[in-house]
Structure formats: structure tokens, C-alpha cells
């Protein structure tokens, strides 16, 4: 569990399964969710609620995540967001390119929960 109350965390994955198991797993370690099935919906999310978190999946309708991310670190939020990528792009040079991107960790699909949670927490240094 986290340490801090409700944490915010934006959550974006065009796969509905995915992203409600994402949610369920996450609220109940704590954080506090919001969801969002395409790139652009999670922009705007991220520009009305700035959360101190965001999972993004990769490959994503209307704006892919590496575009999310490009756009939240434009953003002063201070301290700035944990960005984790996760997709189901498997070549080496995918996590290079997220991390360009500005996120923080990238995993390749399916990534365990418990990876991502300790990579959100700050618990793990990618």
C-alpha cells in the first residue's frame, strides 16, 4: 500500500479489459484513478487533474503515448510526473524511445502489476 493518501493516477490504454484490470489493481494499492481510452482523452485528463502519475500504453488511437509524454513534460508541473510506458512493441530499441520521450520506465506487455506499482512508488529505478 502506498505510504501517502490517494496518490492521483492517470491510467490510458485503448484495451477496455486491460485498462479496468490497470484500475482495479491500482486503486487498491492506494491511488486515486482516472482512466482514458486514447491518447488525446488522456492529455486532457492529465491537463485538468496534473497527477502525480500516468501509465500509457504505447500504441494508442488519436495520439500514441510517446506524444502524451512529450506533451506532460512540457507542462511545470513540480515534482514532475512519474511517466511509465507500457506496450506491446517488443524491439530493443522501443524502451530508448520512450525514455526520449520523457518517460520514466517502460515495460513490455504483459508486465506484472507488482513491477509497475514498485516503478510508480518509486520503489524500482529503470
Known amino acids: 500500500m502506498l505510504t501517502h493518501p490517494a496518490a492521483r493516477l492517470l491510467i490510458a490504454d485503448d484495451d477496455a479489459d486491460l485498462l ?3 484500475a482495479l489493481y491500482f486503486s487498491a494499492h492506494g491511488f486515486d484513478i482516472r482512466t482514458a481510452r486514447d491518447g488525446l482523452a488522456a492529455l486532457a485528463e ?4 496534473h497527477p502525480s502519475a500516468a501509465l500509457l500504453d504505447v500504441e494508442m488511437p488519436r495520439l500514441d503515448g510517446r506524444a502524451v509524454a512529450r506533451r506532460i513534460r512540457c507542462v511545470a508541473d513540480r515534482p514532475a510526473p512519474t511517466l511509465v510506458a507500457v506496450s506491446g512493441l517488443e524491439r530493443a530499441e522501443e ?10 520506465h517502460h515495460f513490455v506487455k504483459p508486465a506484472p502489476m507488482p513491477v509497475i506499482l514498485a516503478a510508480l512508488t518509486g520503489r524500482i529505478r529503470h
Open 95 to 104: 524502451e530508448s524511445e520512450s525514455l526520449r520521450a520523457g518517460f520514466n
Open 20 to 22: 479496468a484490470a490497470y
Open 46 to 49: 492529465y491537463y485538468a487533474w
